[in-house]
């Protein structure tokens, strides 16, 4: 539940009304930076310190939200893609980045995101290499995939079936209109949550 340095308490909606653009500021100083980028954290350290209002949740529950506004509002200004600006903890753009090319791999999409990444410095104003720069990937999408060499002979290999993990089960807080994990309070304005539906 976000809360202010004084203890008092903001609905999730209102704190995401007064964080975005303390995000789009934070992405238009590092657009200027050629080459820079923030992770999740970083950015929701900056977030939260900009703006007074912070939360005990891990940014990865909340900050895609933050960045949705503030990808809306950069389209709805003409700007590049400043939210290819932010990666996660791994370093990489993400599943979720929604200019990914269709049907691309991972390296794809982390070449996408270069490529819009290098269009933000240029759009706003960082200072460039001498030769013009070029679309950089994060030192992750870098690496090269890790493969493990072994000297014994190989045999026939089975192959693991990967469980997925269970689905996080959601309910709608009527109090605050928040989609949270189910519990007997929400966990954002402490309000009754009502039984979930089976569906």
């Not at 200072?127 to 990937?137: F, I, K, M, S, Y």
């Given at each position: 539940?976000?809360?202010?340095?004084?203890?008092?308490?903001?609905?999730?909606?209102?704190?995401?009304?007064?964080?975005?653009?303390?995000?789009?500021?934070?992405?238009l100083e590092v657009a200027r930076d050629y080459g820079a980028?923030?992770?999740?954290?970083?950015?929701?350290?900056?977030?939260?310190?900009?703006?007074?209002?912070?939360?005990?949740?891990?940014?990865?529950?909340?900050?895609?939200?933050?960045?949705?506004?503030?990808?809306?509002?950069?389209?709805?200004?003409?700007?590049?893609?400043?939210?290819?600006?932010?990666?996660?903890?791994?370093?990489?753009?993400?599943?979720?980045?929604?200019?990914?090319?269709?049907?691309?791999?991972?390296?794809?999409?982390?070449q996408g995101a270069a490529e819009d990444r290098f269009e933000?410095?240029?759009?706003?104003?960082?200072?460039?290499?001498?030769?013009?720069?070029?679309?950089?990937?994060?030192?992750?999408?870098?690496?090269?995939?890790?493969?493990?060499?072994?000297?014994?002979?190989?045999?026939?290999?089975?192959?693991?079936?990967?469980?997925?993990?269970?689905?996080?089960?959601?309910?709608?807080?009527?109090?605050?209109?928040?989609?949270?994990?189910?519990?007997?309070?929400?966990?954002?304005?402490?309000?009754?949550?009502?039984?979930?539906?089976?569906?």
């Amino acid at each position: 539940m976000p809360d202010r340095a004084d203890g008092s308490f903001v609905t999730q909606s209102d704190a995401l009304r007064v964080w975005w653009p303390a995000a789009r500021d934070a992405l238009l100083e590092v657009a200027r930076d050629y080459g820079a980028w923030l992770t999740h954290e970083q950015l929701s350290e900056r977030i939260q310190a900009a703006t007074g209002i912070s939360t005990r949740h891990p940014a990865p529950e909340w900050i895609g939200r933050v960045l949705d506004r503030v990808s809306n509002d950069a389209e709805s200004r003409g700007e590049p893609h400043l939210t290819s600006l932010c990666v996660g903890a791994d370093l990489a753009i993400g599943a979720d980045y929604p200019w990914a090319p269709a049907g691309g791999g991972e390296r794809a999409r982390e070449q996408g995101a270069a490529e819009d990444r290098f269009e933000c410095y240029r759009f706003f104003g960082a200072t460039l290499p001498a030769d013009g720069g070029a679309p950089q990937l994060t030192p992750r999408a870098l690496a090269p995939a890790k493969r493990s060499r072994s000297s014994a002979p190989r045999g026939p290999r089975a192959t693991p079936r990967a469980t997925p993990p269970p689905a996080i089960r959601e309910v709608l807080c009527t109090e605050c209109f928040m989609l949270v994990p189910v519990a007997a309070q929400c966990r954002d304005c402490g309000a009754p949550l009502p039984e979930p539906t089976e569906g």
